[in-house]
Nanobody
Framework: QVLLVESGGGLVQAGGSLRLSCAAS????????MGWFPQAPGKERDFVAA????????VYADPVKGRFAISRDNAKNTVYLQMSSLEPEDTAVYYC????????????????????WGQGTQVTVSS
């Protein structure tokens, strides 16, 4: 079983920056693609960023391109989301997720492709 624990959320003013971390348990972290998914109150969980197993390929949702950066350190079993130029629209609970299947896309954007989920960390951007 894979346990994912997010951290780094908090309150930040518009235009500010925040770095989220997701620490994973186990010895097979490098075999999972990883993603970040925000969920605002009353809305469905959405996709913002994904990274492949080695960290050599990333994909982003259009609204965060140029502002967010996903990265991973397989030696530390950790994936990060660096968020810059934050906007009130970015306010949400951010969930970290791991995708295990080798037969799916290298950088999945569909929630169904992810097998393990963290508890989330709250990001609030004030205007």
């Amino acid at each position: 079983q894979v346990l994912l624990v997010e951290s780094g959320g908090g309150l930040v003013q518009a235009g500010g920056s925040l770095r989220l971390s997701c620490a994973a348990s186990g010895r097979t972290f490098s075999s999972y693609a990883m993603g970040w998914f925000p969920q605002a109150p009353g809305k469905e969980r959405d996709f913002v960023a994904a990274i492949n197993r080695s960290g050599g390929s990333t994909v982003y949702a259009d609204p965060v391109k140029g502002r967010f950066a996903i990265s991973r350190d397989n030696a530390k079993n950790t994936v990060y989301l660096q968020m810059s130029s934050l906007e009130p629209e970015d306010t949400a609970v951010y969930y970290c997720a791991a995708a295990s299947s080798l037969f799916l896309t290298a950088t999945p954007i569909n929630l169904v492709e992810y097998d393990y989920w963290g508890q989330g960390t709250q990001v609030t951007v004030s205007s």
